[in-house]
């Protein structure tokens, strides 16, 4: 067994009581490799924003479990290194499973180092979802690890998780699940969706707005409850347009409007999904240097632009979108018994 705290995380306990009280979202960025782990945690500590670093199944078996622990380990002092050499606060950082798809994968990703652990029964019948919810929240509380569950369906594909259809969450339903499953966060299906065409709609048309009147059935049936949103990346335009110019080809994918992603922040959203946006913002800057050098071969040459592309995209994510952007200092206070 390999504790969280020995590895240097936090669970998300405060960091979604500040989120709640202070209407913002904590940012929780999926991560498969180092250049993606570098710049989540540089743009976090240079705008002081607490991080969630989501690991999906597939992104561990890719990146190997045990390399994970000790690269995550090793993230953690790499960002109390950044901050110290800037004179800024120490942030906090959660370790989570994204989407865990089984008792098994939850309970394994606790015994190595995980301080944060979702179970997605969400593709279950009603209570085949709350058993295996409410059999995993029993095991993790025993190691003071926080659970999220999912209510309702989300559409599209992301790795094994795939819909061709939104099954909106119903708000008694949900209070229902919480009771019976003691879960610490819930994802609910408001109108996101996986990957990068998350909505059809033809050039000039504009995006669906969001079901925020269900977000706030919920915020009223359960105050104070925190509330998580899944495949809420914005699919930036400036990076479907790189990735196209530059030998790519991405035919009309439409994301979440930034102005939904703020008004569910300032609800009772503390915490929101963001992965293809970096895949975007990498793939783009990739494409760039490779249409531009196409004899360059060095990885650094073009694995460097994309981490500062990164950079760029979560900064900018912390400070206009999620609102996470100056929260680290007080939530580390809390943590650290300083307040």
């Known amino acids: 067994m390999v504790y969280y705290t020995e590895l240097g995380f936090y669970n998300t306990k405060v960091m979604f009581k500040h989120a709640y009280q202070k209407g913002f979202a904590v940012p929780a960025y999926n991560f498969n490799n180092m250049e993606q782990l570098q710049a989540i945690l540089t743009a976090c500590v240079l705008t002081q924003s607490p991080v969630i670093l989501q690991v999906s199944k597939g992104a561990r078996q890719y990146a190997n479990q045990t390399l994970l622990r000790y690269l995550a380990k090793g993230a953690v002092e790499f960002a109390k290194e950044l901050a110290a050499k800037n004179g800024l606060s120490e942030i906090p950082i959660a370790l989570h499973l994204d989407h865990g798809d089984s008792f098994e994968l939850a309970k394994d990703c606790i015994e190595n180092g995980f301080s944060s652990v979702m179970i997605d029964g969400s593709h279950l019948p009603y209570e085949e979802n709350v058993a295996i919810t409410k059999k995993v929240v029993e095991f993790a509380h025993q190691y003071d690890v926080t659970v999220e569950g999912e209510l309702g369906v989300l559409a599209g594909v992301e790795e094994h998780v795939v819909s061709d259809k939104t099954i909106y969450t119903d708000p008694d339903q949900a209070v ?3 009771e019976k499953t003691g879960v610490d966060s819930l994802a609910i299906a408001i109108g996101t969706s996986h990957g990068a065409y998350k909505f059809k709609v033809k050039p000039g048309e504009e995006i669906p707005p969001l079901r925020l009147d269900i977000l706030e059935k919920v915020k009223e049936k359960l105050p104070g409850f925190p509330i998580v949103l899944h495949g809420a990346s914005s699919v930036p335009q400036e990076y479907v347009e790189m990735i196209n110019k530059y030998g790519g080809k991405l035919e009309s994918p439409a994301g979440v409007r930034e102005d939904q992603i703020i008004a569910a922040a300032k609800s009772a959203v503390c915490k929101v999904n963001v992965d293809t946006d970096s895949r975007l913002a990498m793939t ?52 650290k018994g300083l307040q």
């Not at 360059?296 to 999620?322: Q, T, W």
Request: glycine share 4%.
């Open 284 to 335: 783009a800057a990739i494409r760039k240097v490779f249409w531009e050098k196409p004899e360059e071969f060095d990885p650094r040459k073009y694995l460097g632009p994309a981490r500062e592309e990164m950079i760029k995209l979560y900064s900018y994510k912390n400070e206009k979108v999620l609102l996470s952007a100056g929260k680290a200092p007080d939530i580390i206070k809390e943590l």
């Open 176 to 178: 229902d699940f919480v």
